[in-house]
């Protein structure tokens, strides 16, 4: 008995030790798990873009639940919309498979950030990030330049459409959308999305006229779309004050706009735009004051810039500016913004305010490759303006601007070049 409890207590020392090291090992085991999976995740996708599903050892109904799954948990994290499209080939004589000249058509029209997968024999599927308004008119176009590689499709082309969130947040609802969008073609209607239910609208929806089909070979049926759930995504996506994209809408926007440029090898840059003075305005006319002024200015940017150029609210007083543009056209468009700006008045009630401001220019390719590298160089030069009380624009020079240092936003992430 005497040596029964120095044993025990020994023991009773060496037990938390033990239970560590096995609670560190199962720990470690588990990491590498997740790690090995997350890989062969990432390598299925991969495969997947290229190789028949049958040939990967599974089912054409399992990758596209993998890319589905990819598809809502970006965008439901970005709070940006996408669209599936069954895209069918009605000519049993052929069969659709990722080598087929089909989908190659299909990929061919698409943009490159863009998935196409093999939905069945006779239909493979689309995923897209954009707008349900703009979904029509997008496989519209992308049937079109079908028709044009591969002849043989014909008039036998339907596509059934179905948008993210408007027909649902699960992919089992949006497949369920574009299948009864498919169903409503036909000959005279060959691309069809189902209508969007707003069910906090009912009596609005009921009373909406459907839109009319346009003219011309490839017609197109949008029925009725509730007004209120256009309002409530535009509110969403848009600063209320001055009518910009939001900050937290800039990265998913601006995203997709650098990598359609990029995928089409345009140019392109990125205005960092400052306000000046807004410290002094609310001082003394205060804070409705220099809020008045902040939509002067988005009222100059939007005013003198073109339609498709992107513009977003960032910081409190400040814009980005992501522009279809060449280098030496760039800075044509800052001398001219900046220029604007410093002429105009700015009216607060019946105060004429006068500011102006600074831009910091970085552009694509010379500064960077992707959307996160030009935003840190543009905000580089941004911020060496204001240190040095520069009230201009500038392009980015490194030898001169690399000395500020980085401040990316978290919602510009850095993507591949």
């Known amino acids: 008995m005497q040596l029964f409890f120095p044993t025990l207590a020994v023991l009773s020392d060496l037990l938390p030790g033990v239970v560590g090291v096995i609670a560190a090992v199962a720990i470690s085991f588990l990491i590498i798990t997740l790690v090995s999976s997350y890989y062969r995740f990432q390598h299925i996708v991969q495969l997947a873009e290229d190789t028949q599903p049958e040939d990967?050892?599974?089912?054409?109904?399992?990758?596209?639940?993998?890319?589905?799954?990819?598809?809502?948990?970006?965008?439901?994290?970005?709070?940006?919309?996408?669209?599936?499209?069954?895209?069918?080939?009605?000519?049993?004589?052929?069969?659709?498979?990722?080598?087929?000249?089909?989908?190659?058509?299909?990929?061919?029209?698409?943009?490159?950030?863009?998935?196409?997968?093999?939905?069945?024999?006779?239909?493979?599927?689309?995923?897209?990030?954009?707008?349900?308004?703009?979904?029509?008119?997008?496989?519209?176009?992308?049937?079109?330049?079908?028709?044009?590689?591969?002849?043989?499709?014909?008039?036998?082309?339907?596509?059934?459409?179905?948008?993210?969130?408007?027909?649902?947040?699960?992919?089992?609802?949006?497949?369920?959308?574009?299948?009864?969008?498919?169903?409503?073609?036909?000959?005279?209607?060959?691309?069809?999305?189902?209508?969007?239910?707003?069910?906090?609208?009912?009596?609005?929806?009921?009373?909406?006229?459907?839109?009319?089909?346009?003219?011309?070979?490839?017609?197109?049926?949008?029925?009725?779309?509730?007004?209120?759930?256009?309002?409530?995504?535009?509110?969403?996506?848009?600063?209320?004050?001055?009518?910009?994209?939001?900050?937290?809408?800039?990265?998913?926007?601006?995203?997709?706009?650098?990598?359609?440029?990029?995928?089409?090898?345009?140019?392109?840059?990125?205005?960092?735009?400052?306000?000046?003075?807004?410290?002094?305005?609310?001082r003394f006319h205060g804070d409705n004051a220099a809020d008045d002024v902040l939509v002067g200015v988005s009222r100059v940017l939007q005013g003198n810039l073109r339609a498709d150029d992107l513009i977003g609210r960032h910081e409190k007083y400040a814009f980005l500016v992501l522009a279809q543009a060449s280098l030496a056209n760039a800075e044509i468009i800052g001398k001219r913004i900046s220029t604007l700006v410093q002429q105009g008045e700015m009216v607060s009630g019946s105060k004429k305010i006068k500011t102006t401001i600074t831009l910091g220019v970085a552009a694509y390719p010379e500064h960077g490759r992707n959307l996160h590298q030009l935003y840190q160089a543009g905000q580089k030069v941004l911020d060496h303006s204001r240190a040095n009380d520069i009230r201009a624009y500038a392009v980015y020079d490194p030898e001169i601007h690399d000395t500020m240092q980085s401040k990316p936003i978290r919602s510009i992430k850095s993507l591949k070049a």
Not at 124 to 144: C, F, H, Q, V, Y
Not at 200 to 221: I, L, Q, R, Y
Not at 248 to 263: G, K, V
């Open 56 to 282: 990967m050892g599974a089912t054409a109904a399992d990758i596209l639940r993998v890319q589905l799954a990819r598809y809502l948990a970006g965008c439901a994290r970005r709070g940006t919309s996408f669209s599936i499209s069954l895209i069918r080939l009605d000519e049993p004589s052929f069969e659709v498979r990722m080598d087929s000249p089909f989908v190659s058509a299909i990929k061919q029209a698409a943009r490159c950030d863009d998935i196409t997968c093999v939905y069945d024999g006779q239909t493979a599927a689309l995923l897209t990030e954009a707008e349900a308004e703009d979904s029509p008119a997008i496989l519209s176009r992308i049937t079109a330049s079908i028709v044009r590689t591969f002849p043989e499709a014909g008039g036998s082309l339907r596509v059934g459409i179905a948008s993210y969130p408007g027909h649902g947040l699960s992919g089992k609802d949006l497949l369920a959308a574009a299948n009864e969008g498919l169903a409503q073609t036909a000959a005279d209607n060959p691309i069809v999305m189902p209508e969007i239910v707003d069910f906090d609208a009912e009596e609005e929806a009921a009373g909406a006229e459907p839109v009319a089909p346009p003219a011309g070979p490839a017609e197109v049926v949008v029925e009725k779309r509730s007004r209120s759930w256009k309002d409530r995504r535009k509110s969403a996506m848009l600063d209320e004050l001055t009518g910009v994209l939001k900050p937290s809408a800039i990265s998913a926007y601006m995203q997709r706009l650098m990598s359609d440029l990029r995928h089409k090898k345009k140019k392109a840059a990125l205005f960092c735009v400052g306000i000046n003075n807004i410290d002094h305005i609310s």
